[in-house]
């Protein structure tokens, strides 16, 4: 099976926004705003807390800052579990809308606060609205974007994740060498929320959910329209009308296969078994270690000594902040560079040459660690490390299992099989955030970043044997893909 894409050219970064049809051009940015809030969330807690410990008394109870920190992730599990029948039954772009009502409702909570309680409850709100676009947005991309492009598209997603956790620092920088109010700093996601909710509104709904649940060829050509900017459409009308029958065919039946025909039908099982595995790899590398303890890591290196005397003013915390902020500067870009990359090289080939990369930072970062400035370079060397870690996060773990994901699974499956897969990566977030620390405590800093780049190397023979290529091919080829990987073929398309 070829992996060209058809004759269509193969694009990325600014030469597809330019080349794509205005209706092309606003899919990947307009589905994609909520994933800027769900970069946003889990980032701008750190800088809050600051704030919110002191006003609310929590200095000795670590069990309640835990529960603040935690809760998105939390809420973001249980949306995610309950994106799939969601997506299926009310349709993708309904629950893009759901999510923004969702941000908008516990941005508005956060922002009022009055007690502990109400705070929580704003951050388990905004949690499920994150779990609901983890797996719409996807989704909807994949189904909608052209196939030659579907790889650069579908990299927004992350580009607005980063983006998110980038202006998140920011602001927390912002907090320390001013007076940021902590509820402004959460309230302040309602104006992407409205910004989300007014892009949804002008998207059509996924052509492929209007054949496969609703049968109805108008709709979707009319959806088809609408994206591609162009009444021409019957030609990809009728090879999307062929795809679903041939995979309808293949269930007996197109209705959209809940959590148990996943585990029960032996292709659809083992799509989910490599995309689960991705997922739990993107977070057992270490990067929500990393995002979350960046400014501990790097002062335990020395970074902020070297930063003080630069800004001789600056506290030890803000330093590190700062330090924090520049190290993940250079990961939008990144970000940008495989929206650039994906379709030329592959989702696979980035994986295998980056994600050893990813090691070899980490074991740099670790050899750093434990000079507390007493050696100039170190904190150099250290800042350096974080920074080229998250450059090659961006490029390869941290985009590819969604994008992964939202390929592979064949359409009346494929919100069941995103939901799910995508809940072990909020699962294993949690797992990570809260053991670093007592991981730290037991094995040392250089101990638990020595065991993240283990991580890194397993990961990469995990995508050297399991993970199939999947540049250009239709998505209705790829659920047949899978099938012949469990006949003993190579995983990949040939």
């Excluded at 992407?192 to 509104?201: I, Y």
């Excluded at 009319?222 to 679903?244: C, F, N, P, W």
């Excluded at 939008?332 to 030329?344: A, G, H, K, M």
Aim: some cysteine; aromatic content about 6%; charged content about 15%.
């Amino acid at each position: 099976m070829s992996t060209t894409p058809p004759t269509s050219p193969r694009l990325g970064g600014g030469r597809l926004l330019a080349s794509a049809s205005l209706g092309s051009a606003a899919l990947a940015p307009s589905a994609a705003v909520g994933n800027l809030l769900q970069g946003y969330n889990t980032g701008v807690i750190a800088a809050a807390l600051l704030s919110i410990v002191p006003e609310f008394g929590l200095a000795q109870r670590p069990g309640v800052v835990g529960l603040i920190a935690s809760s998105t992730t939390l809420g973001a599990f249980s949306g995610t579990i309950a994106s799939g029948p969601l997506c299926d039954r009310a349709g993708r772009r309904s629950t893009l809308m759901l999510s923004s009502v969702l941000f908008l409702l516990g941005g508005a909570l956060m922002a009022w606060s009055p007690t502990v309680e109400v705070l929580l409850i704003g951050r388990l709100v905004s949690g499920v609205a994150a779990g609901l676009v983890s797996t719409a947005v996807p989704t909807y991309l994949a189904e909608c974007a052209p196939a030659a492009w579907r790889g650069a598209m579908s990299t927004l997603p992350q580009l607005c994740v980063s983006s998110g956790i980038l202006l998140s620092y920011l602001v927390g920088l912002a907090a320390l060498l001013g007076s940021a109010d902590w509820r402004f700093m959460l309230g302040v996601s309602m104006v992407p929320a409205l910004v989300q909710a007014a892009c949804v509104l002008r998207l059509p709904e996924s052509p492929r959910w209007l054949l496969n649940k609703r049968g109805d060829a108008d709709a979707a050509r009319r959806a088809l329209q609408r994206l591609r900017g162009s009444d021409d459409v019957e030609t990809e009308l009728a090879a999307l009308s062929k795809g679903l029958e041939r995979e309808a065919a293949a269930v007996a039946g197109s209705e959209a296969a809940g959590f148990g025909k996943l585990l029960a039908v032996p292709a659809l099982r083992r799509t989910l078994l490599v995309c689960a595995t991705l997922q739990m790899f993107q977070q057992m590398c270490g990067v929500n270690a990393i995002v979350y303890f960046t400014p501990q890591i790097l002062r335990e290196a020395g970074a902020p000594q070297l930063l003080a005397q630069v800004r001789p003013g600056w506290s030890a915390d803000t330093a590190a902040m700062a330090a924090t902020t520049l190290a993940y500067l250079p990961k939008i870009p990144s970000v940008l560079l495989t929206t650039y990359l994906i379709d030329r090289s592959g989702r696979r080939a980035l994986l295998t040459t980056v994600v050893p990369v990813m090691a070899a930072c980490l074991v740099a970062l670790a050899a750093c660690l434990g000079s507390g400035g007493t050696v100039p370079a170190a904190g150099a060397v250290a800042t350096a490390a974080v920074m080229l870690y998250g450059v090659f996060f961006g490029m390869s773990l941290g985009p590819m299992p969604n994008i992964i994901a939202s390929e592979l699974f064949p359409t009346h499956a494929r919100s069941a099989g995103v939901a799910l897969s995508t809940s072990v990566q909020w699962i294993f977030n949690a797992l990570v955030a809260a053991a670093f620390p007592l991981l730290v405590k037991q094995f040392g800093t250089s101990g638990v970043l020595y065991g993240f780049a283990l991580v890194c190397v397993a990961a990469w023979l995990f995508v050297l044997r399991f993970v199939p290529e999947t540049r250009g091919v239709p998505l209705e080829e790829l659920g047949r893909l899978m099938e012949r990987d469990g006949d003993g073929k190579k995983g990949k398309a040939e």
